[in-house]
């Protein structure tokens, strides 16, 4: 199953992620969409920009949408590496991951300024 991704290239960390699975997806099972660009309409895949920004969110092909943590979960099983985010589904550790995660989106751009990342040009950055 293919899934497309929306993801923020303003954010540094989440570019870095982005580039990462790209690297790892030998199966082809991600399909990466720059909601942040200039020319990207999220109203027509049915959905509202700032809904788009506020987390991640991915697409599967039977129409099923994952976002925040769920979404993370789903790209990482679909690329076959689903055991490294398989102890965020156990009771308890996935309440906490979910926290983390909606912390984590709301301040993602913060984030990456506090640790150096500066990874983005002009205020986008890049999938090599």
Partial sequence: MVLTVFYDSQCPLCMREVK????????????????????????????????????????GEDGRLYTGMDAARAMYTAIGAGWL???TRLPGLRQ?????????????????????????????CRIN
């Fill in 20 to 59: 990462m699975l790209t690297r790892l997806d030998k199966r082809g099972a991600l399909h990466f969409i720059d909601a942040a660009a200039n020319d990207f309409d999220a109203s027509s895949w049915g959905y509202q920009q700032q809904e788009l920004m506020a987390r991640l969110h991915a697409l």
């Fill in 85 to 87: 985010v398989a102890p």
């Fill in 96 to 124: 906490l991951t979910d926290a983390a995660y909606r912390l984590f989106a709301r301040h993602r751009l913060r984030i990456g300024r506090w640790l150096g990342r500066q990874d983005c040009d002009s205020g986008h």
